[in-house]
């Protein structure tokens, strides 16, 4: 409860001058009666002195009625400083675990807002990371590798309205691409571009010819033996705006020699390079059984170590 000092600051200096009163003057001096509260307080607090606890006339002292003074002395204006002192506190620090947990998730929602706008810009915009989950490209990049894909060079799409923005890198021969399956765009195939827009290609027992000129392939491989109606292929001009992709794999891959060219437009990405490799087969990364993909990632929990690729890490590709 407040305690305002103007309530009993005049009765503490009316107790002092009634006390100080009867010494500076020779004659007893009447108090006025009309503070009996004030001649109690005498009487019961100066008992032992006979000189202040004479009998109290009727008459007023002018003295008495002009003494009391808003002037405080420092001991009694400092106890009710002291005692709201002793308030304040307790009512401004009872909610401050609550403050600064507001504070805190404030500034962590705020700073996880930030983290997924940058994640999604640069998975957008930058680049992506991807799992090769058929064998396709064996020889150069094996099944359970997972790639950091670069999409900024050839003009990433902007999500909601599909505008692309413009593509910077000219494909060539020999690149590896990311591209949109052109009979399922939402597919996204991985290749090695082997003609492009103009280019005469050839197949002749296994070999590839560009514009009448064979093609030093050290990364294809061939593991069937003989020659399958695949190995002689053409001769072909591959159109404008096209591509003629095949896998490294040459016997296991399919390709444009199955299902066509590839417009430049459908490419989306190059692999840049390998950041993790797990062995597994095909079938457990193809695999969409929903019981099947939980127990597959607790055998990768169970196996991270020795069936990781360590020195596929970092793979420049």
């Not at 992506?128 to 997972?146: F, K, R």
């Not at 199955?258 to 390079?273: K, R, T, Y």
């Not at 127990?295 to 170590?305: C, D, H, K």
Request: with cysteine; hydrophobic share 45%; charged share 20%.
């Amino acid at each position: 409860m407040e305690i305002h000092p103007f309530v009993y600051m005049p009765s503490l200096e009316l107790c002092e001058r009634s006390v100080a009163a009867p010494a500076a003057d020779a004659a007893p001096t009447a108090v006025n009666t009309a503070i009996p509260d004030l001649a109690v307080t005498d009487k019961l607090a100066f008992a032992d002195k006979p000189a202040v606890t004479a009998e109290i006339g009727p008459a007023a002292a002018p003295p008495v009625t002009a003494e009391p003074t808003l002037a405080a002395a420092p001991p009694v204006v400092g106890e009710p400083a002291a005692k709201a002192d002793e308030v304040e506190p307790s009512a401004h620090t009872a909610p401050a675990p609550v403050v600064r947990a507001r504070r805190f998730w404030r500034v962590s929602t705020r700073r996880l807002i930030v983290l997924a706008a940058i994640v999604l810009g640069m998975r957008i915009f930058v680049g992506e990371a991807s799992v090769v989950p058929t064998a396709s490209m064996e020889g150069t990049i094996l099944v359970g590798d997972h790639l950091f894909m670069d999409k900024l060079l050839y003009g990433p799409e902007i999500p909601l309205v599909h505008w692309r923005l413009p593509m910077v890198k000219t494909v060539h021969r020999g690149d590896i691409i990311v591209f949109h399956y052109p009979k399922d765009p939402s597919e996204t195939f991985l290749k090695r571009v082997t003609a492009v827009g103009g280019d005469l290609l050839e197949i002749r027992d296994s070999v590839l010819f560009v514009n009448s000129q064979p093609v030093q392939e050290p990364y294809a491989v061939h593991h069937t033996p003989g020659h399958s109606p695949q190995e002689s292929w053409g001769p072909i001009v591959v159109p404008e705006g096209k591509l003629f992709v095949m896998g490294d794999n040459r016997d296991n891959s399919s390709d444009s020699r199955d299902w066509g060219f590839v417009p430049v437009g459908n490419v989306i990405g190059e692999p840049m390079f390998v950041y993790w490799s797990y062995d597994a087969p095909t079938a457990r990364w193809l695999d969409e059984n929903p019981g099947h993909r939980i127990s597959f990632y607790a055998s990768i929990a169970g196996n991270f170590f020795s069936h990781t690729r360590w020195s596929r890490t970092g793979m420049l590709l």
